[in-house]
């Protein structure tokens, strides 16, 4: 998170002292804040530019011009997060407000996409049929389905780049080729894509032998289906630092048998649960 103090201007100011904030702070970005400290609005270059287009002073009000449909997050929202809303909106900003509104950060996308990278690469397997999700799998690989507007995919390559990986190989199969058009060679993405593509289905883990070469560091691998928001370069470092062989991410999961269950010794019943 950048240091946005410099960015901060009265709401109650002029378009100069936007554009005097935009030039000191380098975001990009002003944030119009109340007495109070909290965000009423913000302005960037562009909208700048468009409101003197439109014939208004840079001595004049900046309150006219202020965008109010400003996108926000709280201080707890984790850095996979933001980037996704960021790529989401297409936006590079994107405001920390504390419960009250008022402005306690500001993300900013190429200090985001380029925080703690890491020489690890990753492996994720997108080759499955999704034969449990018919018919949506019919058309579609399930890696590409979407979850809340985006392919569950891309969430998992933009967290992957939240946390400094920079190298991601994609293990395709069924319908790869939607896979391979979607993402490209993945500088939409702020990382670098490739390919592992699998003639046949060769098993969980069968891709990484399709690796060009030896990775040089500990391979990160997750299944293309998988919606988290797991610190994976927390996960990483620590591998790193115990010298572990293999480190394995789980999640809790219970079940719970949603009926009475009878224990018996033989033909003898026991108890009742």
Not at 46 to 63: E, N
Not at 90 to 96: D, E, L, T, Y
Not at 189 to 205: H, K, N, V, W
Not at 233 to 239: C, E, I, N, Q, T
Request: proline share 6%; charged share 25%.
């Amino acid at each position: 998170m950048t240091s946005f103090a410099s960015a901060v201007v009265d709401a109650t100011g002029c378009l100069r002292d936007a554009m005097t904030a935009i030039d000191r702070s380098r975001t990009g970005i002003s944030l119009a804040v109340d007495d109070r400290h909290r965000l009423v609005g913000v302005l960037t270059d562009g909208d700048i530019r468009r409101a003197l287009l439109g014939g208004a002073s840079l001595d004049g009000p900046l309150a006219p011009h202020l965008v109010d449909s400003f996108v926000a997050v709280d201080a707890g929202a984790s850095r996979g997060e933001v980037l996704d809303l960021m790529q989401a909106r297409r936006i590079a900003q994107v405001p920390v407000l504390d419960p009250d509104g008022a402005v306690v950060g500001l993300h900013l996308l190429h200090e985001m996409v380029g925080v703690d990278r890491r020489p690890n690469w990753a492996v994720v397997m997108a080759g499955g049929e999704g034969r449990r999700l018919r018919p949506l799998t019919e058309a579609v690989p399930k890696p590409m389905l979407r979850v809340a507007g985006r392919p569950i995919l891309e969430r998992i390559v933009f967290h992957l780049v939240s946390h400094g990986i920079e190298r991601v190989f994609l293990a395709i199969n069924y319908r790869g080729e939607m896979i391979e058009e979607h993402f490209g060679d993945g500088s939409r993405f702020g990382c670098r894509i490739e390919y592992l593509r699998e003639e046949r289905p060769l098993g969980t883990g069968g891709p990484i032998s399709l690796l060009p070469e030896p990775p040089t560091h500990p391979l990160l691998v997750m299944n293309g289906d998988l919606v988290t928001q797991a610190d994976v370069g927390a996960m990483v470092d620590r591998h790193r630092q115990r010298g572990d062989v293999v480190t394995i991410g789980v999640g809790r999961y219970v079940h719970t048998v949603p009926y009475g269950c009878v224990r018996r010794s033989g033909d003898l019943v026991t108890g009742i649960e």
